[in-house]
């Protein structure tokens, strides 16, 4: 007998710690007439709808039909801010055919489709409540839509909606056949294409939701909701629904409007949103389980497509680094009430913003008042906009304000718990800083600098505790870029990790722990291709070429918009700094010398490689090339097609990756392209810098790079024979048939 018709999940991998049998929800009877159905599985914080999860859901609706006296139905987790978390995304990325797909998707609409049957919108006799809390991603949405209401904690903790396509895959469980019928079609795709949660306050607005209520009253409000003690009232579309969700004019329009939308945002690399933007298009007009069977026929597809996997990598990836904050019994480092910041420039000031923001007692310190008075405005505008966005309630905006304090002296560092240096990249100042400021602050106090690229060991020397003393380099600006490398000197220790990765990821941030090498590692990586930009700059390829060749790769910005972002003269400062440290292969080009000597340093000079005005919300916006730019001297570069432009500068990238992995500079190959993907945006769709390589082919790309070192105008520069000669673990990967990730 065929064991997958016996068994719909066979070949879903299993939890290794999978609890036994009916051990992941338990059935409650809070009064006569009511049931709770709680989920609750011992081996996960937060319960995931894998394999044992999905199983004992199956018997807990089986003894659910079986009862007869039942007037309501609840749904809930094990306490009102833990409800559950989407499908199983490791078994989900494990998955190999799109029929093992469909089954695993299939066991899951068929079980919600159960409840949603059991329920008065859905024929029968129970009035099922969603009492759920914190947040609600995927499956736990797919589940709470099922029900006749829902029910919403009123915590900042709550968000609620369908990330899916953010993982490459479409909701799959209901979410894009139901949540259509509940909203109408315009706010469905405002959640789905999205991919973002809401806060409980929209949810309620749209009609996600029927109810919010505080989270000590969840339980209480649920259950006279379901025994119809209180009313409760869904949203009704009413004559939106025929004026818009099944008005095939109106779709057209909002389709036409949608899909534009779409291609700027993706580039066309992630197929998940446009597929998602059909269903939900057509759903409103399809019988529900013809809605059902088109989000199992389009994940069965998408789910196994290496866009997906190079996604669910990335999640697994990101949860990850979040046990760099824990100790080998799993336990989280303690956590800073009180911190300082030196240096109130564009980063130091950003910083500090941040961490009042997120709850921590601050003081910035600069001998500049001018300067602390633009950080104090600029802190001002980060929380009213906030505010303004709803991110931020009033009383906390006001509170974030105010727990940021400047100050030209040094009272108060005393009592603070770390302090982060962001002063001139100059070693003479960063070192006399630090010293300062260990003498001040008390001897368990971590002192951590913000540099791209001095020596962590460096900054250490003959200080008190060198244990204490780390690296913690954000990026510009500071708000938006995700990634924070947690720089370890020889002598740091374990705790100041594991401390600094929890202020980290409190900060919204994802860590990676780097060694205390020149650039570190993402400047490291910046520094060959952005200079072979230049290059073929140099040899006649134009910059408006080489950066749409980029962004068509998947890069976010092209090499030449990013040099003019990060500024000529702290990119200049910066490829003069990586020369010193590797040598030739580093070798600085100087093509771009004559604009940085002029002033034309980027955006925030008005000009760089291309010249600038003030756009929307006073953003420089391109105007076309700066006239100064200097003339190619050759025209090498003109015939090159988009491919020869795309491996001159990833391939150089891709070299000096393996370089850094073979000595250690990131841990393992994973982690290098966490820091590739989150540090410079590198293609998430292609799952980061090696994992392309690993994807292209280790043997082809050595092949590759043994051709590009030998043709003329590369062999013939300083530097550019040795740039591109293969380091020595890329030619033993391919010599061996291996792969970086093996």
Known sequence: MNTELQNPLAGVPIPANAPAPG???????????????????????????????????????????????????????????????GADLEAIGKLETPEAVQRYIAFGQALFQRIFKLSRGGGGALMV????????????????????????????????????????IVPGWGGCARLPRRVGVPAALGVIVAGKLVRYHAALKMGMVDRVTPAEYLDRVAADIAMGREKCKRKQRGKWSWLIDKNPLALAVIERQAAKGILKATGGHYPAASIALDLVLRSP?????????????????LATNPITKALIGIYEMTEFAKGLAKDADGQKAASFTRGAVVGAGIMGGAIASLMAEKGLDMRLRDLSRDALDGAVREHHSAINKKRLRRQLQGHQADAAIDRLEVTTGTSGFGRCEIVI??????????????????????????????????????????????????????????????????????????ETVRRIAQLALSLGKTPVVVRDVPGFLVNRLLAPYLDEAVCLLEEGASPERIDRAMQQFGMPMGPFELLD?????????????????????????????????????????????????????????????NPRLPSPKSTHAVAMSHNDIVDRLILAMVNEGARALEERVAASASELDLATIFGMGFAPFRGGLLAYADARGVAGILERLELLMTIPVVAERKGGAARFTPAPLLRSLAERGNTFHA
């Open 565 to 625: 972002e990060v500024g000529l003269d702290i990119a200049g400062h910066a490829g003069n700094s990586m020369e010193r440290g590797y040598g030739e292969r580093m070798t600085a080009n100087q093509f771009l010398k004559p604009l940085l000597d002029s002033g034309d340093l980027g955006k925030k000079t008005g000009a760089g490689i291309f010249r600038y005005e003030k756009g929307k919300e006073g953003r420089p916006k391109s105007i076309g090339l």
């Open 129 to 168: 409540v969603a009492a759920i809390g914190g947040p609600i991603p995927g499956g736990a949405c797919e589940i709470a839509l099922a029900c006749d209401r829902i029910v919403l904690t009123r915590d900042d903790k709550t968000r609620i909606g369908l990330p899916e396509v953010q993982l490459g």
């Open 421 to 494: 240096e962001a002063v001139a990249e100059v070693m003479a100042v960063k070192h006399a800083v630090l010293g300062e400021l260990a003498q001040l602050m008390g001897p368990d106090a971590i002192l951590a600098t913000n540099t791209s690229s001095l020596s962590v060991d460096e900054m250490a020397r003959d200080l008190p505790n060198p244990g204490r003393v780390v690296g913690m380099h954000f990026f510009n600006p500071v708000r938006r870029m995700p990634l924070v490398e947690i720089v370890r000197g020889t002598k740091t220790t374990d």
């Open 23 to 85: 051990e992941s929800i338990r059935l409650e009877r809070p009064e006569p007439g009511l049931i709770r159905l709680v989920l609750d599985p011992p081996h996960r914080k937060l319960a995931v709808f894998d394999v044992p999860m999905l199983l004992d859901l199956e018997a807990a609706i089986a003894e659910v039909e079986r009862e007869g006296s039942l007037r309501g139905l609840i749904i809930s987790g094990a306490n009102p801010l833990t409800f559950a978390g």
């Open 285 to 301: 007009r399809q019988h529900l389980e013809d809605a059902l069977m088109e989000e199992r026929r389009v994940n069965s597809t």
